[in-house]
T-cell receptor, first 112, second 117 residues
Framework: DAKTTQPPSMDCAEGRAANLPCNHS???????VYWYRQIHSQGPQYIIH???NNETNEMASLIITEDRKSSTLILPHATLRDTAVYYC?????????????FGTGTRLKVLA | GAGVSQTPSNKVTEKGKYVELRCDPI?????LYWYRQSLGQGPEFLIY????????DSGLPNDRFFAVRPEGSVSTLKIQRTERGDSAVYLC???????????????FGPGTRLTVL
């Protein structure tokens, strides 16, 4: 079962910030939050990940609440090429390994 | 460098046939994962290899599904007696390896679209 819930779809105007929320209320203390996106007919593409501190890279920023029960992915200046399905994922340790538990994602449409 | 590659990109087969799907991970990555993605859904974990051994195969739906990674690099997902419900995109990912601390990012291939008629 997915450990994350996301809104099924969102629109964002080109050039504006896209803020994609994710709830992961059952996350455990050592479980990381990862964000990937999937453009039609391609494999998922890594964006960013974090444990409890906010993170930023060249693609996006990740804001994690202090209680770690939710997070927000921020694309600071959305472009048409950012139109994709965005997955918030909890990386789950199991049997000494890790696996990703995907939900159904948020379909982001960037509008011209 | 080269990313994860998967062959074939598309495979059409008939119900009851046997299929093999191949994954070439990023060079040097010891961990390899298979996922299955049905239309409109997120990828679903199938199996994980650390080196040559399957460390977690809890996601394989039944014994018609089997995967190998004999030399710790290329992996093959094998499906026997295919059924129409097996139609999906099969994704492969690789990562540097199992780390006790910190993130271990998975890099995905483009997937193989399997259609069972």
């Amino acid at each position: 079962d997915a450990k994350t819930t996301q809104p099924p779809s969102m629109d964002c105007a080109e050039g504006r910030a896209a803020n994609l929320p994710c709830n992961h209320s059952t996350i455990s203390g050592n479980e990381y939050v990862y964000w990937y996106r999937q453009i039609h007919s391609q494999g998922p593409q890594y964006i960013i990940h974090g444990l409890k501190n906010n993170e930023t890279n060249e693609m996006a920023s990740l804001i994690i609440t202090e209680d770690r029960k939710s997070s927000t992915l921020i694309l600071p200046h959305a472009t048409l090429r950012d139109t994709a399905v965005y997955y918030c994922i909890v990386r789950v340790p199991t049997s000494g390994t890790y696996k990703y538990i995907f939900g159904t994602g948020t379909r982001l449409k960037v509008l011209a | 460098g080269a990313g994860v590659s998967q062959t074939p990109s598309n495979k059409v087969t008939e119900k009851g046939k046997y299929v093999e799907l191949r994954c070439d991970p990023i060079s040097g990555h010891t961990a390899l994962y298979w996922y299955r993605q049905s239309l409109g859904q997120g990828p679903e974990f199938l199996i994980y290899f650390q080196g040559t051994g399957a460390a977690d195969d809890s996601g394989l739906p039944n014994d018609r599904f089997f995967a190998v990674r004999p030399e710790g690099s290329v992996s093959t997902l094998k499906i026997q007696r295919t059924e129409r419900g097996d139609s999906a995109v099969y994704l492969c990912a690789s990562s540097l390896g199992d780390l006790p601390f910190g993130g271990d990012t998975q890099y995905f291939g483009p997937g193989t679209r399997l259609t069972v008629l």
